[in-house]
Nanobody, 122 residues
Framework: QVQLVESGGGLVQAGDSLRLSCTASGRGKYVMGWFRQAPGKEREFVASITWSRGVTYYADSVKGRFTISKDNSKNTMYLQMNSLKAEDTAVYYC?????????????????WGRGTQVTVSS
């Protein structure tokens, strides 16, 4: 298990940028990523990054606008969100999964953060 703490959510206008952070504590190797859940909708994959090689994966809805990155020295992962849209409004969750899996579905997640609210006004 890994403990995950998110920060950086907030209220912004459409077209603005926001950066989320997630700091991890715990032993072992794992892949990390972001999921989001809008009101009345299921939790969905946003982006993920492997810890050792930094291979990234993105949902089609955020490709070209969001960038996931990591700082291994700080055990911290980031999600830079640019050109935000109203439909990006959701609670964003940091997630960790086994390093042998590709983290693109909730079934691959073994640890969740508490979430941080992102609200984009149009």
């Amino acid at each position: 298990q890994v403990q995950l703490v998110e920060s950086g959510g907030g209220l912004v206008q459409a077209g603005d940028s926001l950066r989320l952070s997630c700091t991890a504590s715990g032993r072992g190797k794992y892949v990390m990523g972001w999921f989001r859940q809008a009101p009345g909708k299921e939790r969905e994959f946003v982006a993920s990054i492997t810890w050792s090689r930094g291979v990234t994966y993105y949902a089609d809805s955020v490709k070209g606008r969001f960038t996931i990155s990591k700082d291994n020295s700080k055990n911290t992962m980031y999600l830079q969100m640019n050109s935000l849209k109203a439909e990006d409004t959701a609670v964003y969750y940091c997630a960790a999964g086994s390093s042998v899996l590709i983290l693109t579905t909730i079934h691959a997640v073994h640890s969740w953060g508490r979430g941080t609210q992102v609200t984009v006004s149009s």
